[in-house]
């Protein structure tokens, strides 16, 4: 397995425009993450997939962040309007029923800058 | 709610040495999970090791093994004969296993290893 793929690698984007993140979990694996890193604030967690149905969502920051799950296979993190405080690595995550969603396989993250 | 500390912003070590680094948690919760995670300069996060709470054998795999105290709630990870590639950011992870399976990081330890 490819392990998971997230898209793009680095984004650059003037302030107010909207962004999309894209993320292919490991095949099998049935709980989906997504993750910001900053210095400030380190890693946390933004919202957490169960079967494709979001479970946990608080801590998307504010409405301007959704994230959607059409299906097993993808999920989308969108920012709109992006802000220049948005600027992070976002991880993507994903951990399935062989190791009880206990070990967390994550993707190589977007670097986002928002200028 | 859980709290993860890591208490060392940065640490050093002489290849072919030992190291330590430090974590400690907070939490009610009697049915949880510990990690370390290693982020190199790549960025991708890589489990190092896994420690169930429940388990009262200390976790290993090869060089990297842990200090698993309940009581204390401390989790402190030893990597031992350090190799140049152990260069990296290390984070403590907590995961509340009867919750979700989301995880809460430290603000991590830079860990340099000197040749």
């Known amino acids: 397995d490819a392990g998971v793929i997230q898209s793009p690698r680095h984004e650059v984007t003037e302030m107010g425009q909207e962004v999309t993140l894209r993320c292919k979990p490991i095949?099998?694996?049935?709980?989906l993450f997504w993750y910001r890193q900053t210095m400030m604030r380190g890693l946390e967690l933004l919202i957490y997939?169960?079967?494709?149905?979001?479970?946990?969502d608080s801590g998307m920051p504010e409405d301007r962040f959704s994230a959607k799950m059409p299906n097993a296979s993808f999920s989308t993190l969108k920012i709109q309007p992006s802000e220049p405080r948005d600027s992070a690595v976002y991880f993507c995550?994903?951990?399935?029923?062989?190791?009880?969603?206990?070990?967390?396989?994550f993707g190589q993250g977007t670097r986002l800058t928002v200028v | 709610a859980q709290t993860v500390t890591q208490s060392q912003p940065e640490m050093s070590v002489q290849e072919a040495e030992t190291v330590t680094l430090s974590c400690t948690y907070d939490?009610?919760?009697?049915?949880?999970?510990l990690f370390w995670y290693k982020q190199p300069p790549s960025r991708q996060m890589i489990l190092v090791i896994r420690?169930?709470?429940?388990?009262?054998q200390n976790a290993t795999e090869n060089r990297f093994s842990v200090n698993f105290q309940k009581a204390a709630k401390s989790f402190s990870l030893k990597i031992s004969d350090s190799q140049l590639g152990d260069t990296a950011m290390y984070f403590c992870?907590?995961?509340?296993?009867?919750?979700?399976?989301?995880?809460?990081f430290g603000s991590g330890t830079r860990l340099l290893v000197r040749p």
């Open positions: 992870a907590f995961m509340n296993r009867d919750s979700s399976y989301k995880l809460i």
């Open positions: 995550a994903s951990s399935g029923p062989l190791h009880g969603n206990t070990e967390a396989f």
């Open positions: 420690q169930e709470a429940y388990k009262q």
């Open positions: 095949s099998g694996h049935n709980s």
């Open positions: 997939f169960n079967n494709n149905v979001p479970i946990d």
């Open positions: 939490t009610s919760e009697s049915n949880y999970y």
